[in-house]
T-cell receptor
Framework: GNSVTQMEGPVTLSEEAFLTINCTYT??????LFWYVQYPGEGLQLLLK?????DKGSNKGFEATYRKETTSFHLEKGSVQVSDSAVYFC????????????FGGGTRLMVKP | SQTIHQWPATLVQPVGSPLSLECTVE??????LYWYRQAAGRGLQLLFY??????ISSEVPQNLSASRPQDRQFILSSKKLLLSDSGFYLC?????????????FGPGTRLLVL
């Protein structure tokens, strides 16, 4: 079956620090990969996605590269801001009925000024 | 553009009372629809999904049920709430079909069962 594993939080960084949140997956075939962000008290927002190997998704300074050889989709940002404080979810979607997403457990990021 | 609405935003209900949460999508036709639950400090659990009117698939056995009376309306219900039903309920939609489409989430409903 499909599964997603991401590093446990919380991750606490100072403003302008470099961010990496690790995500690895298990899936058959060629899944699409996603990062969602959840700000306090809100629903999930799509942050970025990649649909095939070696694709790089990017948005708002965040990047993640679809690495099929290591089955990974690590999220990175060169310089975090306090406003980036949120919970980040890695997810995959595989070709199946209903187009279901499999989520990782989420990683809480706290950025301090 | 497409939008997704959920209501109510917050709900406090006594144990044993009924529940009805509503989700509607605008700006698209024949979407796939999903209900997720997020317990405090934890990840998301898929509860139900629907690929069409009247078509509901359940992912986990539980105290809840779902219905899709109209193409863009998805309702989550319970006849008798349990304490363990407390959580943050998220509705999502994606374009219909078998492709690996992006899911878009609503703002969520926070349910507290006392």
């Amino acid at each position: 079956g499909n599964s997603v594993t991401q590093m446990e939080g919380p991750v606490t960084l100072s403003e302008e620090a470099f961010l990496t949140i690790n995500c690895t997956y298990t899936a058959t075939g060629y899944p699409s990969l996603f990062w969602y962000v959840q700000y306090p008290g809100e629903g999930l927002q799509l942050l970025l996605k990649a649909t095939k190997a070696d694709d790089k998704g990017s948005n708002k300074g965040f990047e993640a590269t679809y690495r099929k050889e290591t089955t990974s989709f690590h999220l990175e940002k060169g310089s975090v801001q306090v406003s980036d404080s949120a919970v980040y979810f890695c997810a995959l979607s595989n070709n199946n009925a209903g187009n279901m997403l499999t989520f990782g457990g989420g990683t809480r990021l706290m950025v301090k000024p | 553009s497409q939008t997704i609405h959920q209501w109510p935003a917050t709900l406090v209900q006594p144990v044993g009372s009924p529940l009805s949460l509503e989700c509607t999508v605008e700006g698209t036709s024949n979407p796939n629809l999903y209900w997720y639950r997020q317990a405090a400090g934890r990840g998301l659990q898929l509860l139900f999904y629907s690929v069409g009117i009247g078509q509901i698939s359940s992912e986990v056995p539980q105290n809840l049920s779902a219905s899709r009376p109209q193409d863009r309306q998805f309702i989550l219900s319970s006849k008798k709430l349990l304490l363990s039903d407390s959580g943050f309920y998220l509705c999502a939609w994606s374009r219909g079909g078998q492709g690996q489409e992006t899911q878009y989430f609503g703002p969520g409903t926070r349910l507290l069962v006392l």
